[in-house]
């Protein structure tokens, strides 16, 4: 018969963000605002130029880099939140 010991050990506990939702939100975010901010500029003043493809791209890419700088953010409140427990441990 095996034999089982008990093993303590001392262990952090932490919530982690998924980094790539808030990169896919941020990005999408700021495609739509990119959006609002290109088809709300009046026709007398529009360009032949496709501004608003530079808009979303522009804004779509700042949304992207804000949604990382928050998961960040969120990341390392999560580490100074964590907490030191004891946990048990089953070596055979």
Do not use: H
Not at 61 to 77: E, H, K, N, T, Y
């Amino acid at each position: 018969m095996a034999k089982t010991t008990l093993k303590t050990e001392q262990v952090k506990i932490r919530r982690s963000p998924k980094y790539l939702p808030f990169l896919i939100t941020g990005g999408v975010i700021g495609a739509i605002i990119g959006t609002v901010l290109g088809l709300s500029i009046p026709a007398e003043q529009k360009t032949a130029e496709p501004i608003i493809t530079y808009l979303i791209a522009f804004l779509g890419g700042l949304g992207v880099v804000a949604g990382i700088v928050a998961a960040l953010v969120v990341d390392r409140i999560g580490v100074a939140r964590a907490k030191t427990v004891e946990a048990t441990k089953l070596e055979q």
